[in-house]
Each structure stands twice: as structure tokens, then as C-alpha cells.
């Protein structure tokens, strides 16, 4: 809104205030994606998800059986930095056990398309290091 003031020498100034709206987009997520293959041991599956993802043992035995019978599933939504970082770590792992097992990323579109397994809502807000 402009606003008119007289200044000392009686002329007129038009002064404009500005206030600045800073909206923080929601960071977009990224789904990490587990793969299903004939060769890693299902032992060795479930221990990966529990030291990556910090599941509990019977959700990573869970999500390992999702993926092992529908060939892929979601494990969890993540900034790209984190998703990044943690099928890193599962490659990195499956590479020294020398298993073919496989994590990968993909950008999240909200729409729920049903490879999450526990048909929750899988969203993550980034907050936790998990
Ligand atoms: N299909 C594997 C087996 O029968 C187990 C497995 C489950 C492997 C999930 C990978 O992401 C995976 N030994």
C-alpha cells in the first residue's frame, strides 16, 4: 500500500512499504526402491534394512518378504541427499557380501501407486537422519 507523508520542507514523498512472503517449499522426496533377486539371502536382506533404514526386525523381515513375492517395494521417502546416501550404503554392503542385491531412487509423485507394502502413508518429512 502507498503512503503519503510530508516531509520537513512540507513536499510530498511517496513511500512504499514491501513486505517480503518467504514460502518454503516442502523438500522433494524420493522414493528408495528394493529390488528382488534370486541370489541374496533372505537373512542378509533383512539385516541391510534394519542397519540402513533402522527398521525393526519385523518390519525389515516383512518388507523383505513384500519385495521377494511382488519384485520390488518402497522403503522409505527421502530428501535426494539421504535416498542418495542410503542406497549407497546398501550397495556398498551387497558389493562386500558380494550379492547382487540392488536399491535405487526414484522421485516421489504422491501418487501412492501401491509398492509400499504396508499401504500406509509412506510420506517422510525429512526431519530424522534414519
Ligand atoms: N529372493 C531372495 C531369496 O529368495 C530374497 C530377497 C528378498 C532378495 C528381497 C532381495 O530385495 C530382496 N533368497
Given at each position: 500500500?502507498p ?7 512540507g ?13 518454503l517449499?516442502?523438500p522433494r522426496?524420493?522414493k ?5 533377486d534370486?541370489?541374496t539371502p ?15 526386525e519385523s518390519?525389515a523381515?516383512r518388507l ?8 520390488v517395494?518402497v ?6 541427499s ?6 549407497a ?7 562386500q557380501?558380494?550379492?547382487?542385491l540392488?536399491?535405487t531412487?526414484e522421485p ?11 499401504g500406509g502413508?509412506?510420506?517422510d518429512?525429512g526431519?530424522?537422519v534414519?
Amino acid at each position: 500500500m502507498p503512503h503519503f507523508e510530508d516531509d520537513q520542507q512540507g513536499d510530498s514523498k511517496v513511500l512504499t512499504k514491501t513486505k517480503t512472503r518467504t514460502k518454503l517449499a516442502r523438500p522433494r522426496l524420493y522414493k528408495v526402491l528394493l529390488h528382488n533377486d534370486d541370489f541374496t539371502p533372505r537373512e542378509f536382506v533383512v539385516v541391510v534394512l534394519q542397519h540402513v533404514f533402522h527398521l525393526t526386525e519385523s518390519d525389515a523381515s516383512r518388507l523383505m518378504l513384500y519385495v521377494h513375492k511382488n519384485g520390488v517395494g518402497v522403503v522409505g521417502l527421502y530428501p535426494f541427499s539421504i535416498a542418495e546416501t542410503k542406497v549407497a550404503e546398501v550397495g556398498s554392503l551387497a558389493q562386500q557380501a558380494e550379492v547382487p542385491l540392488l536399491c535405487t531412487i526414484e522421485p516421489d509423485t504422491g501418487d501412492g501407486d501401491g509398492e509400499g507394502g504396508d499401504g500406509g502413508d509412506d510420506r517422510d518429512d525429512g526431519g530424522d537422519v534414519n
